[in-house]
């Protein structure tokens, strides 16, 4: 039997604890962070339903189901060959990338990332005493494009330690292709720079276009990268703090793996561990049906916001975000945060967080039944009108 999930289900997620549903007014619609309105798949409910009602809830050894279900889902929905003994357990693709900061370089080196990004990147780097150098991504037309010249003379210095690549990125929702992932690992190798993969957002891909894991192009960057992946995302379940890591080379691997055994506090809980192993083995179905759902809200957006002056949605392919170039209205970031909260009752991520290259510009999250992103638009065109 084929399972089908109704992504145009409202759920009132006042009053849950929910951190999306709690920073803004109750006329507000809450369209930021990236956890998504929909509910979890239902065998994931069921699991856990069911393993809560048997009552004892006892500390959980390291799970090989785990490691089996994370290096499955590689395999089969992205065609990477995965040994599930490189499969580590982490509280969230963020722990992971602290770690493995920690294990792989020292105070003082510098990471490089791409610009703009997803804010901890650079609160991590900061944290950590280590120097954060942006790769600027390229706006050209309605899409953005890498650097090359500029990401290589970054590799090139010799305090240049890592590379935390965001594949599909956050907040642009470019999939890189395998081209430009094979140009950036050459780079790495190049210069000796490890690569962090944060793949988070791999399976909200358009159709036409393919996640590539940065690790499956060939052995010599499966050997110089540790990759991340996290079911939270497509399956709305980051409450439960149950990542992945995944490094091919025992050195990176036992490197970053101490630093997550030795911080005492960092274990598996037993709903995460459900919610992991069910979403990644059984419900295939609705990481395919969220990607058409996602596919659709976004094209709604482009087409609507094509009509409105002074906002650009910038076209995307990938991720559950539409990146907005709110430069045309000619207000500052902080007017610009105040006018879509005050007067559109629309609560998105204001661009600045990403860096300085997101000045003027605003994150819309669409994980949401479309009638969300109805009334969203509805609010926009009013208001710009
Ligand atoms: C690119 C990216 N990485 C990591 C995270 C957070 O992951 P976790 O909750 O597993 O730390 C997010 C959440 O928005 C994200 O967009």
């Not at 990938?318 to 045309?328: A, I, K, Q």
């Amino acid at each position: 039997m084929s399972l089908v999930h109704d992504f145009d289900e409202v759920v009132n997620r006042r009053g849950t604890d929910s951190k999306k549903y709690s920073v803004y007014p109750e006329d507000v619609i809450p369209m930021w962070i990236a956890d998504s309105d929909f509910k979890a798949p239902q065998p994931v409910v069921d699991a856990l339903v069911a393993r809560m009602q048997q009552g004892v809830y006892g500390y959980t050894p390291i799970s090989e189901r785990l490691k089996k279900a994370g290096a499955g889902w590689q395999k089969k929905r992205f065609g990477w060959d995965v040994n599930p003994e490189w499969v580590e357990f982490v509280p969230g693709v963020i722990t992971g990338l602290i770690c493995a900061v920690r294990a792989l370089s020292q105070p003082g080196d510098n990471i490089v990332i791409q610009s703009p990004c997803y804010p901890p990147f650079s609160d991590l780097s900061d944290h950590n005493g280590r120097h954060l150098l942006r790769n600027k991504l390229v706006l050209t037309g309605d899409h953005y494009e890498i650097d090359f010249e500029d990401f290589e003379e970054k590799c090139k210095d010799p305090r240049t330690k890592l590379f935390i690549l965001c594949n599909p990125q956050n907040p642009t929702g470019h999939v890189f292709t395998k081209e430009e992932l094979t140009k950036l690992g050459n780079i790495c190798m190049k210069y000796h720079v490890i690569v962090l993969a944060d793949e988070i957002h791999q399976d909200l891909v358009s159709s036409g276009h393919k996640h590539i894991p940065f690790a499956s192009i060939c052995e010599e960057f499966e050997q110089n990268s540790v990759s991340f992946m996290n079911p939270s995302k497509t399956f709305n379940v980051p409450g439960f703090r149950t990542a992945a890591f995944i490094a091919a080379n025992p050195v990176l691997k036992n490197a970053v793996h101490d630093i997550v055994v030795n911080n005492k506090q960092i274990g598996e809980n037993i709903c995460g561990t459900i919610a992991f192993c069910t979403a990644y083995e059984a419900c295939d179905y609705y990481a395919d049906q969220l990607a058409v759902y996602i596919e659709k809200n976004r094209a709604l957006v482009e087409e609507t916001l094509k009509d409105v002056k002074g906002i650009k949605a910038i076209h995307a392919d990938g991720t559950y975000f539409v990146w907005l170039d709110c430069r045309g209205l000619n207000m500052s970031q902080d007017e610009l945060n105040k006018f879509f909260v005050e007067t559109v009752k629309l609560g998105f991520n204001s661009g600045k967080t990403f860096g300085p290259d997101g000045d003027g510009f605003l994150r819309m999250n669409i994980a949401c039944p479309k009638s969300t992103v109805e009334q969203a638009l509805d609010r926009i065109v009013k208001a710009l009108a």
